[in-house]
C-alpha cells in the first residue's frame, strides 16, 4: 500500500510540474495540495515507527503548500509561517539522530557563516523587489530554513550513511525552492518565470527529506 501512495506522488508531482512549466494555474492549485498528502501516507506506511515530529513537519509543509495558492501578502505570510513551524519540526526530528559530541566547532562556525552569506546575497538582490513589511520576516524565515540544513548535516556526519546523506541533500533542495520561490514571486525581472524551479526542488527535496529518514 506504501507503494501506491509513492506512485500517486510521483504521478501527481509529475501533473503539477508540467503545470508549472505550462504557467496553468487552475491544474497547478487541483494538483498541488495531493504532493504533500500522498508523501505523508507513505511516510506513514514505510516507516517502522513513525516520528511525531515529521509528521507535523509534512502537515505544516501541506498547509504552507494550501496557504501559499492564493494571492496576497496575508496569505503569503500565513503560508510562510507554516514553513518556517515545518522547519522546526524537521529540526526537533533530525536531533533525535544528532550525536552533538561528533559535531566539531569549526563545522558549525562554518556552516552558519555559509548560510548567513548566502541569506543576506538573496536578499540583497531582492530588497528592491519586497515589501518593506516582508523583508525581514522573509530574511528571518530562510535563516530558519537554512537552521534545518544545517541539522540535516550535522544527523550525515554523526551517522555517515547513505540515508543522512540523502536527508540533507533534500534539505538543501529545499532551501533552493524557497529562495527561487521569492524571485519568482516578487522579482518580475527575474529569469525564473514560472514556479516550475520551486516545485521541481521542493518535491524531490521533500521526498528525499523523507527517504533519508526511512
Not at 32 to 39: A, E
Not at 41 to 56: E, N
Request: glycine letters at 4%; charged letters at 10%.
Amino acid at each position: 500500500m506504501k507503494y501506491v501512495f509513492l506512485a500517486i506522488f510521483i504521478i501527481v508531482t509529475s501533473i503539477h510540474l508540467y503545470a508549472s512549466l505550462k504557467q496553468d494555474k487552475k491544474l497547478r492549485n487541483q494538483t498541488k495540495p495531493f504532493i504533500l498528502l500522498s508523501l505523508l501516507g507513505f511516510y506513514l506506511l514505510a516507516a517502522r515507527t513513525p516520528s511525531t515530529w515529521i509528521i507535523l513537519a509534512l502537515i505544516f509543509s501541506w498547509l504552507g503548500d494550501v496557504l501559499l495558492m492564493p494571492k496576497g501578502v496575508k496569505w503569503f505570510t500565513a503560508g510562510g509561517i507554516c514553513f518556517m513551524i515545518s522547519h522546526v519540526f524537521f529540526i526537533l526530528g533530525y536531533m533525535k539522530e544528532v550525536n552533538f559530541a561528533t559535531i566539531p566547532v569549526w563545522l558549525v562556525i562554518l556552516l552558519a557563516v555559509l548560510f548567513f552569506a548566502a541569506v543576506t546575497c538573496i536578499f540583497s538582490k531582492l530588497k528592491p523587489h519586497l515589501p518593506k513589511a516582508l523583508f525581514y520576516p522573509m530574511y528571518l524565515y530562510l535563516l530558519i530554513n537554512g537552521a534545518m540544513n544545517c541539522f540535516a548535516i550535522f544527523r550525515w556526519v554523526s551517522f555517515p550513511a547513505a540515508a543522512t546523506v540523502i536527508t540533507a541533500i533534500g534539505a538543501i533542495l529545499f532551501f533552493i525552492s524557497d529562495s527561487s520561490l521569492f524571485f519568482v514571486r516578487f522579482n518580475k525581472d527575474s529569469r525564473l518565470k514560472t514556479h516550475f524551479l520551486v516545485m521541481l526542488t521542493y518535491s524531490i527535496g521533500e521526498l528525499l527529506i523523507v527517504l533519508g529518514l526511512l
